[in-house]
């Protein structure tokens, strides 16, 4: 039953993620972007500006956490398997040129990402018994479908968490735990739920802080060794390039003639591969901005913009890059292995050990933020109520998921994003009116 159920959910998820997905992200992220003049490349230093002199660094919040920690946590929640591994699995199954499509769809993504983060923060949070909540959940109340649509939201996000934030990220831990130290599955899921009854019993707060803390680690080290590759491959990184290039524009390129397939199959992972690592669309984010309490919807959209850029266009294109560079990219592996083959090239037996550090600290940074997006899901949904209840079903979830094989769950966490962001693209074109004048206030406002 379970492998016709799985063989199901593979058929829908290759219809979804094919073209269906892409074409609609993709008009809809050419208005929005056409519709806001750019915003994303206008505002690109101005972003970096607020990310790196904010004011809400020392600010007091009446929130659940500062506009700054909110960009910290939705960044989290966007950087983690998806990319270390998915990133290589879109060069395998697409060539070097999905690395092209990926910087280009990133690119586009920013401008939904200051969608959602500016409509989660312009209509403000609904305060319940517990906390406040805010992001999709409110905004779509705003648009048709306003009695059922925030509800369907809501309970796909919910299960979006458990699913994807929670269950697939404490397995790739344990995989990780064992494949370091060898330590029995049993006692690494035990370990988990541990933690994470500790963090999310200490409320919105102690999820903020342990996450404040994670996301610097991570991001550092991932950095740090990707510039080691690149500066140890660096004869190579130009050609590297280009193949990428000519991969991702040259149709036919390395499809032995096959006219267009190369550029079609590059288009298809890369794009799909940027909604899987960033998040844009999702609305994730906007949860995540929701809980800040702020009253300044532009500069928050502005900053956020670049977790987008950061997590696609930096991140994911460096490992491209270094995939490429160091001559792997070809060697038959995929995933997690393939970004282990390029580590190796140059930390020998120790990259696999690296990558393994990279894969846990970024699943586990996921798994935290994600119990912030999971609690206020469950807020909404129950009005505040048995949150006791909530919580544990989170916790038992992160234990189950360091146990289980779950290749079904998998597809069926696909299948629901693809839901939510046609969902929440729906709201951003319904509420592009007032985006657009909002900006155009911020912009009169600043110049």
């Not at 796909?156 to 344990?174: D, E, K, P, S, V």
């Not at 049993?186 to 919105?204: D, E, K, R």
């Not at 803390?213 to 690149?230: C, D, E, T």
């Not at 995939?323 to 282990?340: E, M, Q, Y």
Request: proline share 3%.
């Amino acid at each position: 039953m379970l492998d016709v159920l799985n063989a199901y959910a593979v058929a829908i998820n290759d219809f979804l993620w094919n073209w269906p997905l892409i074409i609609v992200f993709f008009i809809a992220a050419s208005i929005i972007t056409v519709a806001l003049k750019f915003v994303q490349i206008r505002y690109f230093f101005r972003a970096w500006k607020l990310l790196l002199m904010p004011d809400s660094v020392k600010e007091e919040t009446q929130g659940d956490m500062t506009p700054f920690q909110a960009f910290i946590n939705a960044l989290s929640a966007s950087l983690g398997n998806g990319s270390i591994g998915g990133m290589a699995t879109a060069v395998y199954s697409g060539g070097p040129g999905a690395a092209v499509w990926m910087f280009v769809f990133g690119l586009f993504s920013m401008a939904i990402r200051y969608c959602e983060v500016y409509l989660s923060t312009v209509f403000g949070v609904q305060q319940i018994a517990g906390g406040m909540v805010g992001g999709p959940m409110v905004y779509l109340s705003k648009v048709p479908g306003k009695k059922f649509l925030p509800l369907v939201y809501t309970t796909f996000c919910f299960a979006y968490a458990l699913i994807t934030g929670n269950a697939m990220q404490a397995n790739t831990i344990q995989l990780g735990f064992v494949h370091i130290f060898g330590i029995q599955p049993i006692f690494i899921a035990s370990g988990l739920l541990l933690f994470m009854l500790y963090v999310i019993f200490g409320g919105a707060k102690r999820i903020v802080k342990v996450s404040d803390a994670i996301v610097p680690v991570k991001v550092g080290v991932f950095f740090l060794s990707a510039i080691i590759i690149l500066l140890y491959h660096y004869a190579s990184v130009i050609p590297a390039l280009m193949l990428i290039l000519k991969a991702g524009l040259t149709p036919g390129a390395l499809a032995g003639g096959a006219f267009g397939y190369s550029i079609q199959q590059a288009i298809r992972f890369g794009t799909s591969r940027t909604l899987n690592a960033t998040e844009a669309g999702l609305g994730t984010a906007a949860v995540i901005f929701g809980g800040s309490g702020s009253t300044e919807p532009a500069k928050d959209g502005i900053m956020s913009m670049l977790g987008t850029f950061i997590s696609a266009n930096l991140v994911c294109f460096s490992i491209a890059l270094m995939l490429v560079a160091s001559g792997v990219w070809n060697n038959g592996k995929t995933s997690l292995d393939l970004t282990i083959s390029a580590y190796e090239t140059v930390f020998g037996a120790f990259g696999g050990w690296i990558v393994t550090f990279l894969s846990v600290s970024f699943g586990l940074g996921v798994l935290v933020t994600y119990a912030y997006i999971a609690r206020n899901c469950w807020l909404f949904l129950t009005n505040g109520r048995f949150l006791i209840v909530g919580n544990l079903l989170f916790c038992f979830l992160t234990f189950l998921g360091a146990l289980v094989k779950v290749d079904l769950v998998w597809n069926l966490a696909d299948i629901i994003s693809a839901f939510l962001l046609i969902i929440n693209i729906f709201a951003i074109l319904c509420l592009l009116p007032t985006i657009k004048r909002g900006l155009a206030e911020y912009i009169q406002r600043n110049k």
